[in-house]
């Protein structure tokens, strides 16, 4: 069983920037892949960023050079840096932990993008 808790969101302007942190219960390194998710009202959840075994990351169109995906193997945490963020991104963030035959959920983050 991985437990996951996100953390660092919050309320920011056009443009601005958040740095979302989720903490695992295990060492990162055992883990398959992480990866965020994030759901908007009336939308289904979808796949923002992934980390990978070999630091091999996937990022979604919609995010590229905006949001990095970084993991801290020492603290256990996996973190994503939201750079010129825009009201789309405005949605509930969530952690999640792929193992071979298991996957686990943070309970979420919720990040607000308005003037």
């Known amino acids: 069983q991985v437990q996951l808790v996100e953390s660092g969101g919050g309320l920011v302007q056009p443009g601005g920037s958040l740095t979302l942190s989720c903490a695992a219960s295990?060492?990162?390194?055992?883990?398959?892949?992480m990866a965020w998710y994030r759901q908007a009202p009336g939308k289904e959840r979808e796949l923002v960023a992934s980390?990978?075994?070999?630091?091999?990351?996937y990022y979604a169109d919609a995010v590229k050079g905006r949001f990095t995906i970084t993991g801290d193997n020492a603290k256990n945490t996996v973190y994503l840096q939201m750079n010129n963020l825009e009201p789309e991104d405005t949605a509930v963030y969530y952690c999640?932990?792929?193992?071979?035959?298991?996957?686990?959920w943070g309970q979420g983050t919720q990040v607000t993008v308005s003037s």
């Open positions: 999640k932990a792929i193992e071979l035959y298991n996957s686990y």
């Open positions: 295990v060492s990162i390194g055992t883990i398959n892949a």
């Open positions: 980390l990978a075994v070999g630091d091999v990351t």
